[in-house]
């Protein structure tokens, strides 16, 4: 949920992006999470664990094994960078480990749902380095087989306006990880209230749904409700055809996820946004993550970004 555009990416984190974005996919129609109940706890933490030896053995490791073991051969993909195939993500992939021996694929925190699973990490190609804040979403299909996959990528800044970092937890129980699954449908509706309030009918209202400490964490905003409702009432003054089209929610626990395809206008290609909410169990949102990519005006396959 950011008023403002993505802060360029240097040519390596394109790379990166790249070989991110090459990882997995399917067929583009198939849009939709199943339902979360048609899926087991185990099977949703056996796709977590997919997911991190994936990431981990793939860009850590440079151990390409994993895209045959894990990914399905007619993935479709949605980031802009990258083509379709699985012997396209080796090409990518070997180069970019020997290039970057160091790289790091620091997890922050996961979220299953359905047949979706979503990935907020901060990826490092060098030590020293800020690095990008990445957002990737895999699609499972009945045989545990990633089958889809889009992602959004954003350059982590030197400073932020809150004073928080764009990975850490700050609300109380400081973890990473989602609470009890048994709060997930009421987290996803208090999340998908405030941001089609907020977004969809440019309310600014919505900002009672928030706690009162409700924290922040992207770069551009201040923490509180003060400034968050001075933040958007500016930018809704600024864009008033701004749209907010919700693509897909993910939630686990007290975390959701909201991808999102923002335009300030009907000639704006727009952003990739993903939004992710932590939801106290009385429904008050206490704190806000984010990342934030421009959509290009090509690509090198022929699917959007949603």
Request: net charge neutral; aromatic share 8%.
């Amino acid at each position: 949920m950011r008023p403002t555009t993505a802060l360029p990416r240097k040519v390596a984190a394109t790379v990166l992006a790249v070989t991110l974005g090459a990882m997995t996919g399917f067929a583009p129609a198939a849009v939709a999470s199943s339902p979360a109940h048609s899926w087991q706890p185990s099977a949703l933490d056996k796709h977590k664990a997919i997911t991190v030896q994936v990431l981990k053995r793939l860009f850590e490791d440079g151990d390409t094994a994993v895209v045959d073991r894990y990914i399905r051969p007619d993935y479709i993909q949605h980031n802009p960078l990258a083509p379709n195939g699985t012997e396209a993500l080796k090409a990518l992939a070997g180069p970019l480990t020997a290039q970057f021996p160091h790289l790091k694929y620091d997890i922050k925190r996961m979220i299953a749902d359905g047949d979706l699973v979503l990935v907020h990490s901060n990826v490092v190609l060098t030590p020293g380095t800020r690095g990008s804040a990445v957002v990737d979403i895999f699609r499972f299909d009945r045989n545990h087989m990633i089958a889809e996959h889009w992602d959004t990528v954003q350059d982590v800044p030197a400073t932020s306006v809150s004073g928080n970092d764009m990975f850490s937890t700050v609300s109380s129980p400081r973890t990473n990880q989602p609470g009890p699954r048994w709060l997930t449908q009421r987290t996803r509706s208090a999340a998908t209230a405030y941001f089609d309030q907020l977004l969809v009918d440019k309310d600014v209202d919505a900002v009672k749904r928030l706690a009162p400490e409700y924290h922040q964490h992207n770069p551009a905003i201040p923490s509180g409700t003060a400034g968050l409702r001075e933040t958007f009432t500016a930018f809704f003054q600024q864009f008033p055809q701004l749209t907010a089209d919700r693509k897909r929610v993910i939630a686990e626990g007290d975390l959701v996820a909201i991808h999102a395809h923002y335009r300030t206008s009907p000639e704006d290609r727009g952003q990739s946004v993903v939004d992710i909410f932590r939801v106290r169990p009385d429904g008050k949102i206490v704190e806000h993550w984010d990342v934030v990519q421009d959509v290009p005006a090509t690509s090198a396959n022929d699917n959007t970004m949603f």
